[in-house]
């Protein structure tokens, strides 16, 4: 089995520099590698960072995906045909891989696909997660081939605190996602919103979450472009949902709830800070937002399901019908 | 005033080659410079690209945001605070910059800005508006840069027949713009769908026309990520307007259509083939899609706003209150 910091080495050593990092993927797999692209985009000198759905990356690839490149890329079932297809496109044109995967019998974890294959058990540490998974590669990445790179005892003091903010903060809004439930479970729609590195839960939230599992209308927005139109959407009768990161990015998700505060009324906010993120150290904190906010996720639309009767496993289309 | 392929010339004899292109804007303008992001990243093999809005850019801007680098701007009023700083940001950091403003007495178009003021007429050629000036800019810069570029004849042609194209998809839609509103002007929420370097139609036709000008609920999806989560909020009640553009991206498009006209019933299909893209090179042609689509989105919110009696100027906070 591989560990991700051996096989990020092992590729680094037969690879050479790494100058291009693409992560690809579909839907809530997809939402998982954003916050490593984010991190790259934040943090590396060296390396470019690129983050589309998988079927794109296959019509339209980089002129960049070729050696040199790395490509993450994740499949929770291991035979989503688009990212299947995606990883083969990547090794044809001579760009290593690594592939994250739950099922041990699937394409995806292959030995030619550089697997990794992740529990997805109630009680497996967030840092064997995808998300966790994503920032350990990375940080070794970093490690070895940017001499400046000053993060790196932090990102892992990260990786091991993230798991009990994650436990307390489930405990925590337990009783707010009851009452979430109970005052909107008949919302007919809402707005998502978040910015930097979780901004990719804003959308998760949206489309796996809510419009997959519960069948709910909704949209995701930045929270930055809020301002630049959407917001004349927003009165007394909308509902929000703003996921308050942390970090630079911050400034955006506060000035969007001092917003909401005046001229909106039905607005849930979750806070990264207020539920704990702050032990993780203020240089890195930013990059584990996401990974609270996909269990808050978790929570939340737990509650709708509960009180809505809507089985979060139930589909209509997917693993159901051909398309 | 400065004219697109000079300018650019200009910067590239100063500042050499050109490694990274950074698109960004605000809301609407930001819109306007994804094609520019998206050809970049599909055709050139020297240099990156980077699509983001200007607050995000600002508050965590990528490390290759320097010397090399050429920024690419647009605020339509000249003015919008995000935009400005990310200018400023970028010349600190040794970044060129171009700067698209429709207002001349802005700030956006003082002389530091490099500023391309634009007209904004109800007949204003295609070429002369920002899209079109985008990919002016883009042609000039791959001839300059990249031997290899074998598109910039078919790029001309496309500047030249754009407008036309436009003007006969607006006289041929009318009634259906008119029909579409009388059916669906009550519709309390809708999805737009586009892929490829149309989804930034898709986001601009929700943020811009329905969220910020019609105070409509409404939510982006990209065809590809549909499948993988979206669809299953898809049933005979649910409202969709799908952008269909040209290229490799399409094949996400046509998917997306097979399953509206399977398991919808409510959905507008706006068809850039079906529209007259085609006269444009199929080489190219994908790059004009969204210029057609913007024109589109014109045309049905109009539609929808003579419908409803909504005024699109009409604002409750932009431009009103302090936020």
Redesign the interface.
Known sequence: MNRPEELIKKIYEKQGEIK?VFFTA???S?VDLYPGY?FV?????TM?SHWL????LI??P???LKKGALVILCSHGGN?N?TVEAAKLAKERGAAIITMTHNPDSICAKDDMNPIVYSWEDDTDEKERPQGIVMRILNELLKLQEPGYKKYEAILDGLDKVDGIVLAAKKKVKNRTWVFAEKYFAE??LYIMG??ASYSQAYGF???SL???Q????????T??Y????????DED?LYILLMGT???R??DE?AL??LQ??GKKYEVIDAEELGINAIDASVNEYFCPILFYAMSVAYRTGLQDKRRHPLDM????GVVK?
């Open positions: 291009d579909c839907g809530g997809l984010y985009n934040a943090e590396s000198e470019h759905t998988a079927k794109e019509v339209t980089s002129k960049f989503t688009e007919s729609f910015s930097g949206s489309i796996c419009q997959e599992m069948w709910m209308d909704c949209c995701y927005l930045h930055g472009e301002f630049h139109g959407p917001f004349e959407c927003t909308h970090g630079a990015a400034v955006m000035r001092t917003f005046k001229y589909r209509r289309y997917m398309y």
